[in-house]
């Protein structure tokens, strides 16, 4: 909840500032830096956080990525900065380079406001052209903070992540194709679901046809499935609605009199030589009137039946079970003081 919060003001930040901010240099102050401070990394501590770290590769010298991090002496993210308002697509083959020089398993390429994290996954010491987790911090998901906090300082594990990774990378990847598909289906994912339904052969009007109806089929698909879930929330509210409405009632029904007030009075003074008075508790219901230990049902100390023509007094034994004794008036409860003072050794052994 901490670091979403951390994020949240972060992304704050950046909505009021970067219409004053000019620079790739001043991008990465005001944005980038305080974004790996959040993830509990040092930027003052040379050792943890190296800037213009060298990334040459071959005969090609002077090669610097922004930013380094490194854990026990070993670079563990590289992280290659852009002006916020540049198209972090033109800077892929750069990051590409730097990844292969350092040996690291993680490279972030960001303008401060969009987060691209990328991997090795398909082939080691081999940048993946497209990254496995991918945000926008003015817009982030929840879903995404914990993905992040995968990268804390505190949580850094390496198989994990890369574990994770590929299965973050390829869901992305089959919903954007669902997307794509949704939005203009191709032959294949028609011949699909026509192949299955249609009996005849698939001829070229026939396939038009199908193409319509199945682009028709998944999005009512969906919307039925929507629907589904929006009036199971509306029943679920509206259940809980009447549950509060025949508390509500019930609660109505009860009457707590001044004689039960005053027993429980009398119950307080017997017990008060043994107990706290502010452990003692009562409440009323339709059937009885409670006293309990510290608020709670499940440690009775004793019940009035005040509502009939006799009055009864309940009696807790150890087992919790209850036995009720006759009495004339309020003032009879004295005569069960060892039975209540025994009830509350039950509880205070």
């Not at 909840?1 to 909505?15: F, G, P, R, T």
């Not at 998901?141 to 505190?154: L, Q």
């Not at 508790?281 to 499940?298: A, E, I, K, W």
């Not at 004295?334 to 025994?342: A, C």
Request: proline fraction near 2%.
């Amino acid at each position: 909840m901490e670091l979403q919060n951390q994020l949240k003001l972060l992304a704050e930040k950046i909505s009021t500032l970067k219409d004053k901010i000019e620079t790739e240099e001043s991008t990465k102050h005001a944005f980038v830096l305080p974004f790996i401070n959040i993830l509990g990394y040092d930027t003052f501590n040379p050792t943890e956080v190296i800037p213009e770290f060298t990334a040459d590769l071959g005969l090609k010298k002077g090669e610097k990525v922004d930013y380094a991090i490194f854990q026990n002496g070993t670079p563990i993210l590289i992280v290659e900065c852009k002006n916020w308002k540049e198209d972090l697509s033109n800077h892929n083959s750069q990051l590409f380079r730097y990844f292969h020089a350092t040996k690291t398993r993680f490279a972030l390429l960001t303008n401060g406001i969009q987060y691209r994290f990328h991997a090795d996954l398909e082939q080691a010491n081999k940048m993946d052209d497209k990254p496995f987790l991918e945000f926008d911090i003015t817009s982030i998901k929840d879903n995404e903070v914990h993905e992040i906090s995968k990268f804390h300082k505190s949580n850094f594990d390496v198989a994990k992540i890369v574990s994770n990774a590929s299965s973050l990378k390829y869901t992305k990847e089959i919903k954007k194709s669902i997307s794509e598909e949704l939005l203009a289906p191709s032959k294949g994912f028609v011949k699909l679901f026509a192949n299955r339904v249609y009996i005849g052969r698939l001829t070229e009007k026939v396939m038009d046809e199908f193409t319509g109806l199945v682009q028709k089929a998944f999005n009512q698909t969906i919307s039925d499935k929507v629907n589904n879930r929006l009036n199971a929330a509306l029943d679920k509210e509206a259940e809980n609605q009447q549950d509060d409405v025949i508390e509500l009632e019930e609660k109505s029904k009860i009457v707590t009199t001044e004689e039960e007030l005053e027993g429980f009075r009398i119950v307080v003074a017997i017990l008060r030589r043994k107990l706290p008075t502010n452990r003692i508790f009562h409440r009323d219901t339709q059937s009885y009137f409670g006293v309990l230990l510290d608020d709670n049902n499940r440690k009775p100390l004793c019940r009035f039946h005040f509502n009939g023509n006799t009055k009864y007094i309940g009696l807790i034994d150890e087992t919790k079970n209850e036995s009720r004794e006759a009495i004339q008036s309020v003032d009879d409860i004295y005569k069960f003081e060892d039975q209540l003072l025994e009830t509350l050794s039950y509880y205070e052994k």
